[in-house]
T-cell receptor
């Protein structure tokens, strides 16, 4: 059974600091990796996708992928209170449904 | 451009009743997905349509759940009869035609979800 593991948190980070979110996955056949942000009561919103080993940067966000270690991470630089949300790691093996982790609850302290 | 919409936003029903959830994907999106999040658990994949065809319904919990996408536009998910364990948030997502973008890079856009409570 495919699994995606995340620390549920809460992860508390001071405003302006770097928030580091981690995720591991069990299926070595996974091809695509996504980070979604979900505010309470709202729909998941895609913030980053990554498909190859290494880093991918987009503004204040950097996704990191290590397929050998089956590890994905998300770094948020210069954290803002508006970044406070639940961050969901999702993995795609083939052209079907995403496998999600339970999410990490991130709190940015002003 | 309108996003994925779902109706109703909330539904409270009694055990044994029937509920039908609706999802309207982003216009032009061939792929439509249903997911469910039960309290305390992760979001779980239920099934995937490409246009009107079911591609994978391996995530459907049991035969009390029936999904349709007649005409390849909106989709419905019917639960009949509903049980207590069916309570949760049901999300719908859509994505473009994978033949153009490549399935690995498809972005799935999620709707706001339907919060179902079975009493």
């Amino acid at each position: 059974q495919k699994e995606v593991e995340q620390n549920s948190g809460p992860l508390s980070v001071p405003e302006g600091a770097i928030a580091s979110l981690n995720c591991t996955y069990s299926d070595r056949g996974s091809q695509s990796f996504f980070w979604y942000r979900q505010y309470s009561g709202k729909s998941p919103e895609l913030i980053m996708s990554i498909y190859s080993n290494g880093d991918k940067e987009d503004g204040r966000f950097t996704a990191q992928l290590n397929k050998a270690s089956q590890y994905v991470s998300l770094l948020i630089r210069d954290s803002q209170p508006s970044d406070s949300a639940t961050y969901l790691c999702a993995v795609l093996e083939r052209a079907d449904g995403l496998t999600f982790g339970k999410g990490t609850h991130l709190i940015i302290q002003p | 451009e309108a996003g994925v919409t779902q109706f109703p936003s909330h539904s409270v029903i009694e055990k044994g009743q029937t509920v039908t959830l609706r999802c309207d994907p982003i216009s032009g999106h061939d792929n439509l997905y249903w997911y469910r999040r039960v309290m305390g658990k992760e979001i779980k994949f239920l099934l995937h349509f490409v246009k009107e065809s079911k591609q994978d319904e391996s995530g459907m919990p049991n035969n009390r759940f029936l999904a349709e996408r007649t005409g390849g536009t909106y989709s419905t998910l019917k639960v009949q009869p509903a049980e207590l364990e069916d309570s949760g948030v049901y999300f719908c997502a859509s994505s473009q035609d994978s033949r153009r973008t490549g399935w690995r890079s498809e972005t799935q856009y999620f709707g706001p979800g339907t919060r179902l409570l079975v009493l």
